[in-house]
């Protein structure tokens, strides 16, 4: 072996990438494993094919995990101002929606394509369709094993992300392969994603797109609250604020939780101030029936579907309650919360607690992050900590 740290990393997404850049820019030799016929495939699916790569409000506590405040250090290192110094430098003009960046051509694609540009300037061996079977430690180094070669070095960085998604690769291989090596998987499961409800009159709403107020409550008691543009579709609710939620929803589930969501179809009003508005209205429209006077405020198939309910129609549409079975499944899913523990993996380094050279980065660790740019920042601050961290430490 050459005199320069050896450093593998398995997994040429996103921090994967970011891991081999900071690595090579500490001198390290890097080679990158990727299955995939080309790295970073998911990053060209994010943000709608548009990127939403980081969120001016980055703060620690927005991320969660078993163990969240892990996530403070990494992004105290590798921060959001040093996130768009580096994009800056790659050539990455901005583009803020509401805090939320993307890049400023509205491609995905070439953030992939501007980190690969970096990597080989840097002398970075990509190699791709490089599927790793597993890693280990023998004679003084570290082996990856594909299945047509056997890699050699000082250092493995595991970055193979989640099973979240359709997109190739999402298979979830690197949780068997952190398991092999001793550590601890708490359970991954879909997040990001919509909710599955009890029911089966919901191809009546399908396709409609509303504001709406949503609470969660688990066993009944009220938890998270996220307010935006729901979808409801035939199997029960989907947009960005159960995806926020969907994370909670989903661990609650599988732990053997009653989960329903209440939702507030006109969260501008209470079920109190509905009542008197649709009095005034009905002096006003004498002519018109109970559910003709929510012409104008609702979408019609939603009015169908709440002349069907019995009850208080103020009452059904400001707290709206749905049981939730399940998600839509990994497929559907943006990201998984759960992975690799953080409680066996160093918070300064991200090496492994029970081997050294053994680092972690990306999904694959147990931090999750909302919508809004919170998971490409946790594969940039980590990635780029486990690189630099890589290169630099001695064995
Ligand atoms: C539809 C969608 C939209 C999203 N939008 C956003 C967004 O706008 N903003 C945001 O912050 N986040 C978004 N995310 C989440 C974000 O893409 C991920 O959190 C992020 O890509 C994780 O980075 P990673 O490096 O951990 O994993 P990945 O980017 O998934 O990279 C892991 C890589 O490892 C490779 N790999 C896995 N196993 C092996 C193996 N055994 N051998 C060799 N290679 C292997 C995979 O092929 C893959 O290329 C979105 C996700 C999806 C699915």
């Not at 023998?138 to 094993?145: D, H, L, P, S």
């Not at 960085?157 to 398991?179: H, K, R, T």
Request: charged residues 20%; neutral net charge; hydrophobic residues 35%.
């Amino acid at each position: 072996m050459s005199e320069k740290t050896q450093v593998i990393v398995v997994g040429g997404g996103a921090s994967g990438l970011m891991a081999a850049i900071q690595a090579a820019e500490n001198g390290a030799a890097v080679t990158v494993l990727e299955q995939n016929e080309t790295p970073g495939r998911k990053i060209c699916v994010t943000g709608n094919g548009r990127c939403n790569l980081t969120n001016r409000d980055m703060r620690a506590e927005i991320f969660r995990g078993r163990q969240p405040e892990f996530a403070a250090g990494i992004l105290q290192q590798f921060s959001l101002q040093d996130t768009l110094t580096f994009f800056e430098k790659l050539g990455v003009a901005l583009t803020d929606r509401k805090g939320w960046l993307y890049p400023r051509s509205n491609q995905a694609k070439c953030i992939p394509e501007l980190l690969l540009l970096k990597a080989r300037s840097l002398k970075v061996k990509i190699k791709t369709r490089e599927s790793v079977e597993s890693v280990f430690y023998e004679n003084g180094c570290w082996k990856v094993q594909t299945s047509g070669w056997t890699y050699e070095g000082n250092k493995v960085i595991l970055a193979n992300g989640s099973s979240a998604s359709q997109v190739p690769g999402s298979d979830g291989s690197g949780y068997e392969i952190a398991s092999q090596l001793g550590h601890r998987i708490i359970k991954p499961l879909p997040a990001l994603t919509g909710l599955r409800c009890k029911g089966n009159a919901f191809s009546a709403w399908a396709g409609v797109r509303t504001d709406a107020e949503v609470t969660l409550l688990l066993d009944e008691t009220e938890t998270v609250k996220e307010s935006g543009e729901v979808q409801l579709t035939d199997y029960g609710i989907s947009g960005i604020p159960i995806f926020q939620l969907s994370r909670y929803a989903i661990r609650a589930l599988d732990g053997g939780k009653k989960v329903t969501l209440s939702v507030n179809f006109l969260p501008e009003y209470t079920k109190d101030t509905l009542q008197e508005y649709m009095k005034k209205r009905q002096e006003l429209c004498p002519y018109q029936s109970e559910a003709e006077l929510l012409l104008g405020l609702l979408p019609d198939k939603l009015i169908k579907m709440f002349r069907k309910q019995k009850g208080d129609l103020c009452q059904t549409i400001t707290a709206y309650s749905l049981v939730v079975k399940g998600s839509s499944g990994f497929e559907q899913a943006q990201v998984c919360s759960g992975g690799v523990d953080t409680s066996q993996v160093s918070p300064e380094t991200l090496e492994s607690k029970l081997h050294k050279g053994l680092y972690f980065a990306g999904e694959l660790l147990d931090i999750d992050g909302p919508c809004g740019g919170y998971n490409l920042q946790w594969a940039w601050s980590s990635g780029a900590v486990a690189g630099c961290h890589s290169a630099k430490e001695k064995l």
